[in-house]
């Protein structure tokens, strides 16, 4: 799945999810705040575990990242 979604989009359709983004573009260049982003893998793609591997690995400039919710995930990964 390749679509570019607003980060209110992500949230809207992927609530509360970890998902796969590149091709970020950032509200005033500020390298912060996602505005939008091509989505590239969801929790039917792959697991939390499985985004966050590529994105430490640097394979497909992949971003893991939670759309929504008040509280920080956090996760403990073995590389």
Not at 31 to 37: D, F, N, Q
Not at 41 to 57: A, F, G, H, R
Not at 67 to 76: A, E, F, L, S, W
């Amino acid at each position: 799945m390749t679509e570019r979604l607003t980060r209110r989009q992500m949230a809207e359709k992927f609530p509360n999810q970890n998902i796969g983004i590149r091709n970020i573009k950032y509200e005033n260049d500020d390298g912060i705040t996602i505005e939008s982003a091509e989505i590239v893998y969801t929790p039917k793609d792959k697991s939390p575990e499985e985004l966050l591997t590529l994105q430490v690995s640097g394979a497909e400039d992949i971003m893991c990242w939670y759309t929504t919710g008040n509280k920080i995930n956090v996760g403990v990964m073995t590389l």
